[in-house]
């Protein structure tokens, strides 16, 4: 099985400030077929369904805005918000679609300082 | 618009059996893979099954195997996860997600509450 490996497991940014969450793989999630990372990047809110932001590693779905971006390849990857804004205070989550399982990191928690 | 509604969810004994479902609308539910995902109180994100499109291939997180169940009836846009032998450890929403053409989860449905008690 691939694993996923996130840190920090909880983070607290001030407002305004960045916010940077890593994910490290335990093998390459690199597709032979396109030379694209299997791996995705979701927001979860409470009370809510986790929310689609960055696939391929580093495409950003439509409508998430363009201060959440999604970088990195093979094995280590990073999602970047650039300047924290009060509506994304959420839990984060990395999950790779390389081959079964596609397991889930365990989450990071993001707050405001 | 696309739409995954997940019913079926409750109060059980353990021991005892469900069977989650997920109505799907807003897009050809024939055409696309699905996945049944789990929140434990406290914890984080659990993958737990996958279906392929015409349901004849399966998958299975190792620690439900046996006592998972995922299904889909393309007629009625539904998919399903019956499961049995049911623990307090199975306590959780229970999500189902729509795999998109580039492979990646892409919508989620709000979730159904499983609670196991006696």
């Known amino acids: 099985d691939i694993v996923l490996t996130q840190s920090p497991d909880s983070l607290a940014v001030s407002l305004g400030e960045r916010a940077t969450i890593n994910c490290k793989s335990s093998q390459s999630v690199l597709h032979y077929s396109n030379n694209k990372n299997l791996l995705a990047w979701y927001q979860h809110k409470p009370g809510q369904p986790p929310k689609l932001l960055i696939y391929?590693?580093?495409t950003r779905e439509s409508g998430v805005p363009d201060r959440i971006s999604g970088s990195g390849s093979g094995t280590d990857f990073t999602l970047t918000i650039s300047s924290l804004q009060a509506e994304d205070v959420a839990v984060y989550y990395c999950q790779h679609y390389h081959s079964p399982p596609p397991l889930f990191g365990q989450g990071t928690k993001v707050e405001i300082k | 618009e696309v739409r995954l509604v997940e019913s079926g969810g409750g109060l059980v004994q353990p021991g005892g059996s469900l069977r989650l479902s997920c109505a799907a609308s807003?897009?050809?539910?024939?055409?696309?893979?699905m996945h049944w995902v789990r929140q434990a109180p406290g914890n984080g994100l659990m993958w737990l099954s996958r279906i392929n499109n015409d349901g004849r291939s399966t998958i299975y997180a190792d620690s439900v195997k046996g006592r998972f169940t995922i299904s889909r009836d393309n007629a009625k846009n539904t998919l399903y996860l019956q499961i049995n032998g049911l623990r307090a450890e199975d306590t959780a929403v229970y999500y189902c997600?729509?795999?998109?053409?580039?492979?990646?989860?892409?919508?989620w449905g709000h979730g159904t509450l499983v609670t196991v008690s006696s």
């Open positions: 807003g897009f050809t539910f024939s055409s696309h893979w």
């Open positions: 391929w590693a580093s």
């Open positions: 997600a729509r795999v998109s053409s580039d492979w990646h989860v892409d919508y």
